[in-house]
């Protein structure tokens, strides 16, 4: 860089983590290994955790002086999020997670697209990546349609507006304008905050160049509570936003009515020997047809284990989701 070239905005990389032991230091090793000419931080709000992280945590601040701990009491990432934004020093504000990836020359794509577009949020696609057979079809359902929607954050598309993007970068100014994430928010934080963007007449911008390695669930407990969680809340953005009441959002849980009454008349019917009746257990064949369909369709390339988990994946995330969101509507209140 010459005398006459301005050096690059300074950027704070912030996190909320908990129980990322596992992940987290190749997480932050990838922040601090960005081909960045500006100043460059990370701060990263940590959890109370039962697997170590805050020991990971505090060797890595060993390794990079420019990493920052702060401590995030209650463990929920909307507060941990705020916690770590507003004790960053820089202007410009990039979002990362535990289990993330940052690829090489991310930070400085994502401060190229804020300048050029004057947005108030940057950000590009969540890619999936497994290393074992479930993982991998966990992989695969999310970067399709079948899985969780068309959102071109998971399938791709054009660069342009958006109604949301993975993580993404922020200006100081615009978080400080609509106040951050919303802590009531346990979930879909980043979803609800990009609404208030927009609602709020900002730009929230797409960039597909801009993909982000994500590492899937392993079990498939772990993936049925994610999906029955993230189910969950997305009844209670719709009971703040009911304009977002979407089919894609509202698939899941009808699916779910609708298999599992055509299991419970279906069964019904056979015991009281009533055909009529269980001819209901067609609705749930119907779907599992429609699943495996979906799964052959997006199978291309994949081995044969991680074929065979392909279906069972995509019916968990619509099953779990589903019941989440029914869940989420029977309950008076906000899920804890």
């Known amino acids: 860089m010459t005398s006459n070239q301005a050096c690059p905005p300074g950027v704070s990389v912030f996190l909320a983590v908990r129980d990322e032991a596992a992940h987290l230091e190749r997480a932050v090793d990838q922040v601090f290994a960005q081909d960045y000419a500006g100043p460059l931080e990370a701060v990263m709000a940590v959890g109370p955790s039962s697997d170590g992280t805050a020991a990971v945590a505090a060797k890595l601040a060993k390794r990079h002086p420019r990493l920052k701990i702060v401590a995030n009491p209650s463990g929920r990432t909307p507060e941990g999020l705020n916690l770590a934004w507003r004790a960053a020093k820089h202007d410009y504000l990039i979002r990362a997670d535990g289990h993330s990836l940052l690829p090489p020359g991310y930070v400085r794509r994502v401060v190229e697209v804020l300048e050029e577009t004057g947005a108030a949020n940057v950000g590009g696609m969540m890619v999936p990546e497994g290393a074992q057979p479930f993982q991998k079809a ?184 589903g019941t989440g969101f029914l869940r989420g509507l029977a309950d008076r209140g906000r899920p804890g």
């Open 138 to 321: 966990v992989a695969r359902a999310m970067s399709t349609p079948y899985g969780i929607g068309a959102e071109s954050f998971h399938t791709g598309g054009q660069a342009g507006p958006a109604q949301t993007v993975y993580l993404g970068g922020y200006r100081r100014s615009d978080l400080d304008q609509v106040g951050g994430f919303n802590e009531s928010f346990i979930r879909a934080q980043d979803w609800e905050l990009n609404h208030r963007l927009i609602e709020a007449g900002k730009l929230v911008w797409f960039d597909p160049a801009l993909g982000v390695i994500y590492r899937p669930r392993r079990t498939w407990r772990a993936l049925s509570r994610q999906f029955y969680a993230t189910g969950r809340w997305r009844w209670q953005v719709i009971k703040s936003y009911p304009d977002t009441a979407t089919a894609r959002y509202l698939a899941p849980p009808a699916a779910t009515l609708t298999v599992g009454l055509g299991l419970v008349l279906g069964l019904i019917g056979l015991v009281s020997r009533r055909g009529w009746l269980a001819a209901a257990l067609a609705l749930p064949g119907l779907y599992g047809v429609g699943v495996a369909g979906a799964s052959a369709a997006a199978s291309r390339g994949l081995d044969a284990k991680t074929r065979g988990w392909l279906p069972v994946v995509i019916a968990t995330m619509h099953m779990a989701w």
